[in-house]
């Protein structure tokens, strides 16, 4: 076998015309720095900075694109390492959890799992065999003795992958404490970072669990908001209350965005006296149906969206998923198992309440994502294409594949232009795949303005000029740090 | 700077085994005459011929592709001229709404206004500068001066644009004397048309409001219908009589078409008797439900194509927008001002009862067109390649721009042929679009014909044929004018 | 006219750097023995072994794809043969019916029925001229002379196509001993596959009009049941023995799969009690409403499913198609005539059920098929991506098209991968097409994995293992033989 390589001309495209203009975009944005805005990488990473795993606890056993296809092709989810202490067949040898996925390789052909892999194993741990039953342990020992030397901790890799900005999700109930370390002591390990006003790693307000009556865990959650926020949560005005004191902690915290992961859109306000009413009821722990609930959550976009116009969090929706599609693996092995599931989405008359009131507010800012394709060019786009406030955020989940970012571009950018989008945005919790990620973004948005380039319907300065926007400086400027 | 230009082969495949196909099926397709049998410039345009105003009040404040684009990026409507006379803010100097166009350049790339406007700019007057804020005052200079020409008179470049057929909309209560005066002028005035049995501007009847049992104008409405029809309508069999009777008049002012613009797409009938009631009181000024007045709505369109099946008017049906998303703006900027969004539109079941009825009457002809992609291969295509009365309309509004024409074919190709499709429709009110907009069509078509002829899967001689299909004779074909 | 002959490239894709490596990885999956796992040939054209009639009675009639795009176009279905005894205009005479579609080539242009076409005519029929109203007479002479050869005889065939098994559509209630002979004489006639546990030609368990209350024809049909299967179906538990009597023989006759039609997916089961009072009720001849009907025939799926994982049947769903959308057309023609058109559709909650209780059970399969694009990346990658019993079918019906086919594999592969695929189906009723189906599918397929090599997302090595695995050993592993 030859060595495995990356060809620096991958994910551009094959067209021997488009392809020189693409490498000659792609260039241009190669290096910029990585401004990571939406993402799940757990804040205790980089404030402990403690040494990554052996590579199936780095590479596998956390990331449930890879698990998901796995188990798809018949292996259990405990014989990759997933499940909780005393789960039948559990396997707790790292190196044979690293077998069964290399002996796997083949599944993920055609897959961005691959394309990210391929990245990371080249690319950050100077891996030179493709994965496979022979080459596993060779894989394992190499990777493992990488993640063994200091250049490889969470914090020197920041460094490493030349990550500016990079926002975590965290409850709404989180103390932030992680988060203030960190502002203080990578400010003093980056030097070039301390002179910033934002600190380097920011949270992200997620409040879903709160929003949503009919959760089992929801008057636990209810009593976690009051304790953080020091406020009394007694009746609906005291919620109100502490979610607004919890917003002013994440600003306080350098915090630019709110996140929300309903399964609909919907930003239908109650009456007050109506939402205070059901609100009342649940916290009694009497009966919400789950329209009730349903209302509730939607009537509570429609607060957050009013809250951001006071406080300047950019307002993050994410709709679409129905989460725990098999209740019994829910049951056994938890959440983001790889068995969420997108559904129709609709947005032109979900987000009308929202862009009425607030569409044409200032300080208002709102990213709305999708895993609904047909929507981009259906209502996504036409919604941004007139509405200030509103921008539409990079494909996402399972739309962060090569093919479908390209279609992205495609669908979206002839009615919404460039310049209502809000830039590639990572969204994972694989710290690894960041700048693989990043880099594929760039590769296909390079592919995209080239074809634009060579078909004469662009200047090749203008497209120099449109790459740096979508993979710097639009996420900055879509996030931008509200006034603490 | 270098000298802005149009590329010869813009919008044509990057791949170089297919742009030379392409550039050869083009050519045979550039210099045809224009067909344009779905418009929206005003027919006072040409009937009073008088010069265009300046600059911005040619292409910037009409046109709410362009408006709502620089909306969405923080310019309020006024400051573009857009507004009621007394609205804040509102900007009367042409020059300062120019100028505020040409600084937000850079929001138009890779959309479809971008790429119809430097056509514009370019061919039409000549522009060799890029807009930017250091060029507008040149440029509209330069636009002002060609403007203040004779031959920059709306006849007159109706022959410079080698249009042959041009269709208006038209309310169902028009006098339709603008259409007649042209009628005989134009004949005059073209020499070479003098001898068409029809003219070559054109009348669609636009019935919409009168439909609408709900909308607030409907009892004013309805008295224009009666004045203009000479028939007195005190009840629904009037109100069918008054519609037959203007059908009557635009057919004999030379039109062939009908344009209709529900929200959905549903043709069911009601009885008669049901129909007749609602119409009764609505008319008596009773409250009606918003689902009476959709099914009233359904119920009309039904009945407009069993009169089509008698007038042999051409049925044109433009669903699934939801009108005036943003209420406030609409109230104060009024309709058609970019708020205008699509929603998910169904076909197979809506237009099943028309279908059913008349699909396969010799007399009867449907064109139905979307802006929910997702519908040409599902339900649009389907059905268009079997029932003999339906023809599958161009890409619409959004879907207007190259990369969704591209979309368009690929989608809808496969089941319903070309035979089966309208043609392209400009569907503009910017009438120095038009150029630019069926040269970009064209430009699209060659590109996937030759694409099909270079994977072998249509010979040379058949994509010619077919380009000349497309670009002239299907458009023709498909709004045959009815005998009056 | 130049000779009329197939381009050894045709169907790849034009790009000069990619094409030659589409090539190369066609050349490999050229000459493999079809698998045919679903489609819908007669059994008894290869039980009876009759030759083919006349070029008409081939190509023409029985195939409504081709058959719709004439009628579209204007020529009623009796002038092309089509239509019971006595129908008024019914054409009787091959030749001009014959006549008739070559006159009307020119409206196939684009379509799957025209690439289909060709590749019979010249492949199979060394046809060399273009069809067309001049040469219809000289083609329909070559092909009928061909027709009565001993080598264009049904049997022949199979081994000039290289077909290794042929999946037959076939009633519950079918006795199968057109398939049983087949058995036994198929195994001499090839000798090559005497050696194969599974005979050439198997059935499928097609029990559609068993599973929908509410169909006229409900209570014969259940007569046929209990007749064919030898058990007495009086009660629900009755009718579900039978089933699975009949199951079992479908079984022991080689049948590896079920096939079921509906017009959703939902697969919601009821109470057994309100299942069997349902079904007591329409035995009884009781009234039931069209949502009792398909409440239960929701329930039926996941019988259907219950009984695979006993039997192993595959079982594969056909949803979302409305049949005989022109009513009167149906009376007159009957079904199967052009007018089935697609619906809307949705998996992620209606197969909810079956997949929380069979999704990881290991003798269950279950391969879903779908006519709207749509939910290929939003719903059935995602789904196909996780449970290990789902397969996602290859494009079905409209969507069998060459580009098409391109978006099928853009959207599924980046989530579903190639493994949770299974293979391509020809789905035809028309024998003659199965060789130009398959080799479409592979070029197509090598297209696109050509260009995962060339922008360097996969190996050349890789590509063609997976050109392989699609083309022959998927179909293959989807569809295992039950053991009888």
Request: charged share 25%; net charge negative.
């Amino acid at each position: 076998m030859t060595e495995w390589t990356l060809h620096p001309d991958r994910a551009l495209p094959a067209d021997p015309t488009t392809r020189p203009v693409a490498r000659e975009i792609y260039e241009t944005t190669r290096d910029l720095p990585i401004v990571s805005m939406h993402g799940h990488v757990d804040v205790a990473t980089f404030a402990d900075d403690t040494p990554f795993p052996d590579p199936a606890g780095l590479f596998v056993v956390p990331d449930h694109y890879l698990t998901r296809m796995l188990v798809s092709q018949g292996t259990p989810l405990p014989a990759l390492g997933v499940g909780p202490e005393g789960t039948p067949g559990l396997e707790t040898d790292p190196r044979a959890i690293w077998r069964r996925f290399c002996a796997g390789w083949k599944h993920f052909r055609g897959t961005p799992t691959r394309y990210w892999l391929e990245h990371e194993l080249v690319e950050i741990f100077g891996v030179t065999l493709r994965p496979s039953a022979e080459t596993a342990d060779t894989i394992y020992d190499q990777v493992a003795a990488r993640l063994a030397e200091p250049g490889f901790r969470p914090r020197a890799l920041l460094d490493q992958f030349r990550i500016e900005t990079l926002a975590t999700t965290d409850p709404a109930w989180s103390d932030l404490e992680q988060h203030q370390r960190l502002a203080t002591e990578l400010g003093s390990l980056t030097g070039g970072s301390a002179g910033l006003a934002t600190p380097r790693v920011v949270p992200t307000f997620r409040p879903d669990p709160l929003l949503h009556l009919d959760q089992p865990a929801w008057r636990d959650d209810v009593a976690r908001l009051a304790a953080a926020s020091g406020t009394e949560v007694g009746d609906y005005a005291g919620y109100l209350a502490a979610l607004r004191e919890r917003r002013r902690a994440f600003v306080a915290a350098g915090g630019s965005a709110t996140d929300h992961g309903h399964l609909g859109a919907d930003t239908t306000p109650l009456p007050d006296d109506v939402a205070a009413a059901l609100f009342a009821r649940a916290l009694a722990g009497d009966d919400v149906t789950a329209a009730e609930a349903a209302a509730f959550s939607a009537h509570m976009l429609f607060q957050m969206a009013a809250m951001s116009c006071e406080d300047g969090l950019v307002m993050q929706l994410h709709p679409g998923v129905l989460r725990n599609h098999d209740t019994e693996r829910y049951a056994t092995f938890g959440p983001d198992k790889g068995y969420d599931i997108p559904v129709v989405t609709e947005y032109t008359n979900a987000l009308r309440p929202v862009l009425e009131a607030f569409g044409h507010t200032e300080n208002f800012r709102m990213i709305v994502f999708t895993v609904d394709e047909d929507t981009y060019s259906r209502e996504l786009a036409p919604l941004a294409g007139v509405y200030p406030a509103l921008r539409l955020g990079a494909p996402w989940w399972f739309l962060d594949e090569p093919d479908a970012m390209r279609r992205f571009r495609e669908a979206a950018t002839g009615t919404a232009g460039f310049s209502n989008l809000s830039g590639f945005v990572d969204d994972t919790r694989a710290f690894c795949s960041i700048p693989a990620r990043h880099d594929l973004a760039r590769r296909i948005d390079a592919g995209y303005l080239a074809r634009l380039v060579v078909e004469h319907r662009l200047d090749l300065d203008e497209a120099v000029d449109t790459a740096a926007d979508l993979a710097y400086r639009l996420p900055k400027a879509a996030y931008p740090a509200p006034t603490p």
